[in-house]
């Protein structure tokens, strides 16, 4: 079983819908939550970063931790055309190492 | 300012020939990192450097693989003897210090072994 586990879609929506994203993860040290976007043929650029549960919204995104469920989220709202792209979940204990999902890849219809 | 730059984009190499990836990451952050992105996985940690010194190479896959930073800025990872499985996207990340989370990604390199 690995690690971190995230659903490779595809999904596509279309202009203007709430895009929903998850992951599920099995180590119970995991502390830090990141969500990077990546455009094709370009590298991951962060989008949220939450420590610990709760929500934390930033414009049209918004990113929710259930540590009791070992769940993550992000929402997209009012989602664009220029949303398109993968969107990688993210997770660190107390040190530097990143362990990611595989990457969801969205499309939003114009 | 400067993001992180890699190169080459793109490298075709044959198998069992030795390939060098190089990184230059933004100015004055002085943790490194490399992680390789194989067609459907994730992103996978191979190395991590705090100045020039690697104290956790836990990631990298085999013996073939090396990697050194020098003047606290450009690192260079090798692969030697490729193997096609060597075959992926290899991206190089930068952070301001080694505990900082906010790693700023590069564009990657595209290996392919033929």
């Known amino acids: 079983q690995k690690e971190v586990e995230q659903d490779p879609g595809p999904l596509s929506v279309p202009e203007g819908a709430i895009v929903s994203l998850n992951c599920t993860y099995s180590?119970?040290?995991?502390?830090?939550f990141m969500w990077y976007r990546q455009y094709s043929r370009k590298g991951p650029e962060l989008l949220m970063y939450?420590?610990?549960?709760g929500n934390k919204e930033d414009g049209r995104f918004t990113a929710q931790v259930d540590k009791s469920s070992k769940y993550i989220s992000l929402f997209i709202r009012d989602s664009q055309p220029s949303d398109s792209a993968t969107y990688l979940c993210?997770?660190?204990?107390?040190?530097?190492?990143?362990?990611f999902g595989a990457g969801t890849t969205v499309t939003v219809r114009a | 300012g400067a993001g992180v730059s890699q190169s080459p984009s793109n490298k075709v190499t044959e198998k069992g020939k030795d390939v060098e990836l190089r990184c230059d990451p933004i100015?004055?952050?002085?943790?490194l990192y490399w992680y390789r992105q194989s067609l459907g996985q994730g992103l996978e940690f191979l190395i991590y450097?705090?100045?020039?010194?690697?104290?956790?190479k836990s990631g990298l896959p085999s013996d073939r693989f090396s990697a050194e930073r020098t003047g606290g800025s450009v690192s260079t990872l090798t692969i030697q003897r490729t193997q096609q499985e060597d075959s992926a996207v290899y991206l190089c990340?930068?952070?301001?210090?080694?505990?900082?989370?906010?790693?700023?990604f590069g564009p990657g390199t595209r290996l392919t072994v033929t």
């Open positions: 990340a930068s952070s301001l210090t080694g505990g900082d989370y906010e790693q700023y």
């Open positions: 180590n119970s040290a995991f502390q830090y």
């Open positions: 939450t420590y610990s549960s």
């Open positions: 993210a997770m660190a204990s107390n040190d530097y190492k990143l362990s």
């Open positions: 100015s004055g952050h002085t943790a």
């Open positions: 450097f705090q100045g020039n010194s690697a104290p956790d």
